[in-house]
């Protein structure tokens, strides 16, 4: 096998993104306008050549920090002709009341996509972008951080390419991230306890304008409007292991078909080849990583679900991975040198990674689970301060979806509102829902 410390510097790679999923077609394309050329080797065949993505309907929200990537990119206005907007999230509860949470306050929308169809835009741009070289099955076996060089396979060949820099885009089974715990990193990785199924559907009295979800305990369904179609996009989730309902409590489609009827009685009536389709779509899990470091030297860098694998409720996963890019690429203009532009990024970059994690999962605990009296209290509190001082306090989601308040900084915040309620709670008890607003005043200006 060739050994890459053999390479004369000619032959020499510059810049290697690994990885052509969602945010690598993105780091190829604004890394080629300022470096020139940029090799992208992806694993799997690309897509835009295999039949309308193999059934999947998994759609993404596309929020601030997202278009404004898309944006810098020049892709904004075709990406936006795919997107559907959505004002608000529509809570479909047991006892067959609704409740809407509208996703700004000034009613500002989020945008949904096929992820498929974004996926393809986006490899097309970078196709077409001068500078960029993308590469289909070409699976990177390994890394060598420290020459730095990546170990590809072609075909049944395998061999040693050299580069200058890996942009590790790879995802949540990234090599590079795992070159990095080989040198000392250390990386928490798990699953999500729910897994899922895409399930296409109709539901015609739904309002298109609006993200449906159907929430269950143990169990729910989250439903986006398609783009190209009358039918919604669902997801069913379910606990993977554990007692009725659960992946694991039933066997077969028949008993799975049976299981989603006698959680979600209202949608199974509505979904006639309901059996079908739990047989045929594939049970996918939701992994969560994190990691403590994610740069080696100028050499290499993880970007995206390589480094923050989060919980996908919030919508944020693919909108914080363009970020990371742009931030990346920020550093990079402004030290004028990989290695200090790394040491940037990372150090701006990292707690902003973990606390959208954080909040990501709080928020898929929030979506699931029924109604509690408690938390519903809080909650209570905390909307009428956000409404009683909206200069002061922002909804949580508002800051992570349509603004560029550093992920951290939103945490942090939202963190302070809710002690605060808690506070104010323990102080007048039920009636804190109910203070008139000079009495709320006073207490925040006490606490
Ligand atoms: C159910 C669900 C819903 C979601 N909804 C949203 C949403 O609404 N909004 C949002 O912002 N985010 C959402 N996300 C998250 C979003 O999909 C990810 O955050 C995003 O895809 C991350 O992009 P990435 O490029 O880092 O990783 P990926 O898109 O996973 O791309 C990684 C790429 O690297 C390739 N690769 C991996 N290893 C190798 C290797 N060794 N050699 C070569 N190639 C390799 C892979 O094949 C893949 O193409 C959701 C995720 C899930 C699971």
Not at 344 to 361: F, H, L, M, Q, T
Request: aromatic content about 6%.
């Amino acid at each position: 096998m060739h050994d890459p410390r053999t390479a004369a510097p000619q032959r020499r790679n510059g810049i290697v993104v690994l990885g052509a999923g969602l945010a690598g077609p993105v780091a190829a394309i604004y890394l080629a306008r300022r470096f020139g050329r940029v090799t992208v080797l992806e694993r799997h065949a690309d897509t835009r050549h295999t039949p309308a993505g193999q059934g999947r309907s998994l759609m993404v929200i596309l929020s601030h920090r997202g278009w404004r990537v898309l944006r810098e990119l020049g892709l904004e206005e075709a990406v936006r002709r795919i997107c559907v907007p959505l004002t608000a999230r529509c809570g479909h509860l047991p006892d067959g009341s609704t409740v809407v949470t509208p996703y700004s306050r000034d009613g500002a929308p989020i945008w949904a996509v096929e992820r498929n169809r974004l996926h393809r835009l986006l490899l097309d741009a970078a196709e077409a972008e001068p500078g960029v070289d993308l590469h289909f099955e070409r699976p990177v076996l390994a890394v060598d951080l420290d020459t730095p060089a990546l170990l590809v396979r072609a075909g049944t060949a395998e061999r040693w390419i050299p580069c200058g820099h890996v942009i590790g885009c790879d995802g949540v089974h990234s090599v590079v991230r795992a070159a990095l715990v080989e040198q000392g990193a250390h990386e928490q990785v798990s699953t999500l306890e729910l897994a899922y199924q895409e399930i296409v559907l109709d539901l015609p009295s739904c309002d298109r304008g609006l993200m449906h979800y159907w929430p269950a305990g143990d169990a729910l369904f989250g439903a986006f409007p398609l783009v190209s179609s009358p039918l919604f996009a669902g997801s069913v989730f379910f606990r993977k292991d554990g007692p009725w309902p659960s992946y694991a409590a039933v066997t077969g489609a028949r008993a799975l078909a049976r299981q989603f009827t006698d959680v979600f009685p209202a949608l199974a009536a509505g979904i006639p080849d309901l059996e079908q389709q739990l047989a045929t779509k594939p049970v996918s899990t939701v992994r969560l990583t994190r990691c403590d470091t994610w740069t080696s030297g100028g050499r290499a860098v993880l970007v995206g679900d390589s480094c923050h694998a989060m919980a996908p409720f919030m919508g944020q996963g693919m909108n914080c991975a363009f970020e990371d890019v742009r931030t990346l690429v920020r550093c990079l203009d402004r030290e004028g040198d990989w290695q200090r532009a790394l040491t940037a990024y990372e150090r701006s970059r990292k707690n902003d990674g973990d606390a959208i994690a954080d909040i990501s999962y709080q928020h898929y605990r929030t979506m699931s689970r029924l109604p509690d009296p408690r938390q519903e209290a809080e909650e209570a509190v905390a909307r009428r301060l956000v409404a009683l001082m909206p200069d002061r306090f922002v909804p949580l989601y508002e800051r992570c979806a349509f603004s560029e308040e550093s992920y951290s900084s939103a945490l942090a915040e939202e963190q302070q509102l809710r002690s605060l309620a808690r506070r104010i709670i323990s102080q007048y008890g039920s009636t804190a829902v109910d203070l008139p607003d000079p009495m709320l005043r006073a207490s925040v200006a006490a606490h």
